[in-house]
């Protein structure tokens, strides 16, 4: 009975542990949270400098996701620095928990797990984990990972009182209920702590390299007809004083003027059979007036750009870092009667307008401003789509007329909700699947199909998007 006693013997006399041993290892559980989560801090901070966006931007992440995060990694420490206490105060053998006592060791190898074992182990995941999370998964990790994270940290804490369940039997209900309550406290608090001055870091960062707020659509090119249209940028945006700068694609400040070197040069780059191909992207601001936008496309236009492509928001969160989604158009040989020539300018190349040879036995006026008027018809946005379906057929023209309140924004809400309306109508009309068909015309480019291609050409003709535009 004596060898049983003193081998199995599980009752613990808590009063035998010294103050001085159960301040020293709640001091060095607590000092140990704040090291963890420092070290955690500083690996977000750092994996956030290192990972840029499409333009070599860091990422910037909100507030309530951030606060996320900082709650996410102050749990964590937390469970690990009470792990080192707890080591810390029964490392000493006393009656019950001798050497000969298998819970002791068992308490002791529990914790030593969940301490330097893990914290090792979680750093080597975490990182490479988030190498990945960075690169496909967007930023919002913790708003999309929430339950996975809350069930970690579920099962770390109770991985903590695995053991200690065992040998503590008076009050344990009220222990525990203590021990969480504290948890959560000092979670909550550690979670508070910012280490670094995140907020000079995000800007100084766009004051290197701003972030372009571009318009929303509802409507945009599709995937593959992005092949040939990354080779030049240029960038409409409000300057340090508030005034508009055009702005080449490092963010260097241009003038109107410089746009011919930078397409000259373009040209230059790239070969005969793709040159045709090439058009200049606008990433501009959604707030800008759509005069300041139009008399960039008319100088485009005078050095022989005819297409231009409208960066618009890309609301993917997986691909939204990489690059904005697209609207390509062409530049309206209108343009020549919006912005005619200056007292000083140099005369101008005759310009060829086409529409003025073609014949159209219907005129479609689009007032466009803070409110869209078609035929002096005010129409909500959400009905825009329908309506242009109503109009659009190859003898139809569309006169967009621009007010002094149209912004950038405006223009591409009609102009998407004009394209989305064709697109549609071709759609409904086309004899084989419209997207399947578009697919397959491209995938065989050197290799045509007649049919294919007499298909998408007889849509193209039933269903135009012819736009001459003006100014009030």
Known sequence: MKLNHLFYNSEVNF?????????????????????????????????????????????????????????????????????????????????????????????????????????????????????????????????????????????????????LSLVIKNNRLKTIFIHFCAFVLLSFCLSRLNLIDYKSLDKAAYRARPNIDVPRSGYSDEPYERRYYNYLVFKIDFDSHGNIQLFNEQYEPIELTDAYNYVNNMKNELTEAVSYRAATRLRANKSIPIRYVKEFEFELFKYGQYKIIYEVQNDDELTNRFYNNQIKNYISTSLHEAFPRKPNEPPRVPFFDKYKELEFSDTIRVNIGKKIMINEDVVVFEDLVDEFKLHVNSSTIFEYVYTDEASYQNFIDVLSAHKKAIKQLKVRDSKFDYDEMMLQIYRNQFSRDTILNNERDRLREKYPIHIIEKFE
Do not use: C
Not at 100 to 114: A, C, G, V, W
């Open 15 to 163: 009063k035998l542990i010294s103050k001085k041993r159960i301040i020293l290892s709640i001091l060095l559980g607590l000092a140990s949270a704040v090291l963890f989560y420092s070290f955690f801090y500083g690996l977000r901070e750092t994996e956030r400098i290192m990972f840029l966006d499409f333009e070599e931007r860091p990422m910037l992440l909100s507030e309530s996701d951030r606060q996320l995060f900082n709650l996410f990694f102050a749990a964590i420490s937390v469970i690990l620095g009470n792990s080192l206490a707890i080591n810390l105060l029964f490392s000493r053998p006393q009656r019950a928990f001798s050497r000969r006592n298998n819970k002791r060791i068992r308490i002791l190898n529990d914790n030593t797990f969940l301490g330097f074992n893990f914290i090792h182990w979680f750093a080597k995941v975490w990182f490479l984990f988030a190498t990945f999370y960075s690169s496909y998964m967007g930023s919002k990790f913790i708003t999309n990972f929430l339950w996975p994270s809350i069930f970690l940290i579920i099962v770390l804490y109770l991985d903590a009182w695995k053991t």
